[in-house]
């Protein structure tokens, strides 16, 4: 499948998106909201390791590489790609980064010949995309006929009341279920759809967290205070959003969960702390590495 370079350079990423804050895999320092986000992120890549042994593998999202490393482990060859220049150069110099070739990319087209990739993850990206159907489009084409292509994304339904925009500032669009089910079907013939859980204390944290920055965009801040903050570079906006969450935001007191904790589901998508997705150009495929479902 080929795709007109003009057509790719209608999709335009938000310039913000460049900006985005480095996403770490460590459990060094943090919260446990921190601990909580931690664990929802390297479990897609605790999937997606399933299903990378001696494959071609392409990270779009890769931001400073922390999953990208792990998938490198069994993939016979990884590339990550960022829209944001200070994500690739923390992921080149990680001590782990190895052969992973990292890439700065312009964020409206992929840089490689069709049915480049037998693995294609996209981890917490679609929702910071303003044109959806190129981007997906392009993940297609470089998709081989017989390959898979994993999304997570946030889960709309516990973080969003009906209609209202995303209340992070680098997410564009944030999806429910059948949202994210109706389009990425527009573009793979087979998608399957679930949900992501945790315990109870460790899911009530997370639960907390996006109640509590729902609550707030209900009541916007006064608009001088919300212009302020637009222009502030990242590094300054995160320590104040920390400060404005208060203790009931922080979870000061950490918990000692792993990704084996953590389990994805069929049912029970509305209460999904993320949604992942397995998309297929062939559907023997969406099978394969699959992991169990339950605790």
């Known amino acids: 499948m080929t795709k007109d370079p003009a057509t790719r350079a209608e999709r335009r990423v938000p310039k913000r998106q460049a900006d985005h804050p480095l996403t770490h895999g460590s459990d ?8 909580a986000l931690r664990l929802i992120h390297l479990k897609a890549y605790a999937e997606a390791a399933r299903r990378s042994t001696g494959r071609s593998v ?13 998938l490198a482990r069994t993939a016979g060859q990884v590339t990550g790609v960022d829209v944001s220049p200070r994500a690739i150069e923390a992921a080149k110099v990680r001590p782990d980064a190895g052969e992973v070739d990292f890439r700065l990319i312009d ?81 793979f013939p087979s998608v399957v759809v679930r949900g992501l ?3 109870e204390p460790l899911a009530e944290i997370e639960l907390a967290r996006a109640a509590a920055a729902r609550e707030r965009a209900r009541h916007p801040r006064p608009m001088p ?7 502030l570079p990242a590094s300054l ?30 049912d029970g998508l509305d209460l ?7 998309c297929s150009l062939d559907a023997t495929e969406l099978n394969a590495g699959a992991g169990a479902a339950g605790p």
């Open 28 to 35: 060094e320092g943090g919260t446990a909201s921190d601990d």
């Open 237 to 266: 906006k995160a320590p104040l959003r920390r400060l404005r969450r208060g203790p009931a935001g922080t979870h000061a007191t950490r918990v000692d969960y792993s990704v084996d904790d953590l389990w994805l589901a069929d």
């Open 107 to 187: 964020g409206a087209s992929l840089p490689f010949p069709d049915s480049s990739f037998d693995l294609v993850t996209a981890f917490q990206v679609i929702e910071h995309v303003d044109d959806v159907r190129p981007f997906l489009d392009e993940i297609r084409r470089v998709t081989a006929p017989d390959g898979t292509v994993l999304f997570t994304t946030p889960n709309a339904s516990i973080r969003l009341d009906p209609g209202m925009a995303p209340w992070n500032p680098f997410h564009v669009r944030e999806y429910t279920a059948p949202e994210l089910e109706a389009e990425l079907t527009s573009v």
């Open 197 to 199: 859980f945790a315990p």
């Open 225 to 231: 205070l919300r212009l302020i903050l637009r222009v």
């Open 58 to 70: 392409l990270d779009i999202g890769c931001n400073d590489g922390y999953g990208t490393t792990i």
């Open 272 to 278: 999904a702390l993320d949604l992942h997705a397995v």
